[in-house]
């Protein structure tokens, strides 16, 4: 029973003295610390992995963009229409998700202290020239359609009179 007191004794004073104390204070501290640099660290990590996207982004479309542009060089043909409602779906997609990534991909650069690129000069999509209408046939022309109204028209007054059985209208 004796060594039992004097063990007990030996953990009371080790638990109990100032110098455990400011040990586990010391650790707890440290390990603050590391956790708060490892995060911060990850951060950077996330805003490079950003920036790196967005430059192979970039590079992919300019790529695309300068193959497509070598590629229609050598047919000299036009686009067909089926092709145009394509483009204009694919046009504000990207439009869509550009204005959402521009800002997050600011504060990336931002905090990684890395300067804004300069807006590189797009290329004007080259502009179709309108089909050429066939002559119409000698004549009158054809009556236009009337335009149509967006909401049906209302009468502006209603005018009641009463009519004896004797009168007859005008």
């Given at each position: 029973m004796d060594t039992i007191k004097e063990q007990a004794n030996v953990v009371g004073q080790l638990l109990f003295?100032?110098?455990t104390g400011e040990i586990y204070k010391k650790t707890l501290t440290r390990t603050w610390d590391i956790l708060r640099e490892v995060g911060?660290?990850?951060w950077l990590?996330?805003?490079?992995?950003?920036?790196g996207g967005e430059w192979f982004y970039h590079t992919a479309v300019g790529l695309g963009r300068s193959t497509r542009t070598w590629y229609a060089g050598l047919g000299e043909q036009s686009p067909?229409?089926?092709?145009?409602?394509v483009a204009a779906t694919g046009q504000a997609l990207l439009d869509t998700v550009q204005s959402g990534t521009s800002y997050l991909l600011a504060q990336a650069r931002q905090?990684?202290?890395i300067p804004a690129p300069e807006p590189q000069p797009t290329p004007a999509p080259?502009?179709?020239?309108?089909p050429v209408e066939a002559p119409t046939p000698s004549g009158p022309p054809a009556p236009a359609e009337p335009?149509?109204?967006?909401e049906p028209l209302a009468p502006v007054a209603t005018v009641s009179a009463e009519l004896d059985d004797e009168e007859e209208p005008a």
């Open positions: 003295s100032g110098e911060v660290l990850l990590v996330v805003c490079l992995t950003l920036v067909s229409t089926d092709a145009e409602p905090q990684l202290g080259p502009v179709a020239s309108p335009p149509a109204l967006a």
